[in-house]
């Protein structure tokens, strides 16, 4: 009755799971288009629709976050899940590495939406020192060499948080080939482990060899058939 319990359990649990990430998966979608609309408005509107863009990205964020603590709980009552089988182990595994996935994705959206919300600011700040000087309204010249130079420790902020970004960009994919690394020297472990399988592996390879072989003289004589019913 206790197996029975826990095997109702796990079913559940998995169900969940599915619905959260197809969810997460869609809110993303929709969180990146957001991101890209929100910090690109400024230099095309007024400020009052920036803001409202803005407080939309806001809400979204809270509530994607919201769908990953969700999802991390029920990965945690996965993992308290007595494992019945590889296949089992192997499903908790590929959901902890759907959340991890889901996080990056969202901290990158974040991190690059508030670059270029900075980016454009400082974009903004400028053209509006220029209007300013133009019309005779503007700082003096010593405040503006100051602002200038304010201008450019942002830039150099800003190139920093996208080198950042880049790194842990490139670590991720690191991690993602070195994870491909180890499925594959298990595979290959389990064919020299079960010459059975390794044989069986070879043979399939093999026939597909064999069938592209022929599939390949199948077109090249309609080809020529073609061809010469072409030129008759």
């Known amino acids: 009755m206790a197996k029975m319990t826990e095997g109702v359990n796990w ?5 969940q799971a599915r619905q959260l990430e197809n969810d997460i998966d869609a809110k993303l ?7 890209l609309n929100a910090a690109s408005i400024q230099s095309r509107t007024d400020e009052a629709p920036l803001l409202n863009e803005e407080h939309i990205f806001e809400n979204m964020a809270s509530e994607i976050e919201s769908l990953l603590s969700k ?3 029920i990965n945690e009552k996965m993992s308290g899940v007595q494992a019945n089988g590889a296949a089992m182990l192997h499903t908790m595994q590929r959901h902890k590495e759907i959340l ?6 969202f901290n990158k959206i974040q991190n690059n939406f508030t670059s270029r919300k900075d980016r454009e600011d ?9 209007n300013n000087y133009r019309s005779g309204s503007g700082l003096n010249r010593r405040e503006m060499y100051l602002k200038e130079n304010q201008h450019i420790h942002n830039s150099d902020h800003l190139i920093n948080d996208q080198i950042s970004i880049a790194i842990e ?7 993602q080939r070195q994870a491909f690394k180890r499925i594959q020297t298990r595979f290959n472990d389990l064919s020299n482990r079960f010459p059975a399988v390794k044989s069986l592996v070879q043979k399939i390879s093999i026939r597909k060899r064999r069938d592209s072989l022929i599939l390949g003289l199948i077109i090249a004589l309609c080809t020529f058939l073609m061809l010469l019913y072409s030129f008759r």
């Open 71 to 73: 999802l991390s709980s």
């Open 169 to 175: 960009t490139r670590d991720h994919l690191v991690s």
């Open 11 to 15: 079913e559940d649990f998995r169900k």
């Open 122 to 130: 400082l974009l903004g700040s400028v053209r509006k020192d220029i």
């Open 100 to 105: 991890k996935d889901y996080k990056l994705e």
């Open 29 to 35: 979608v929709s969180f990146s288009k957001l991101g």
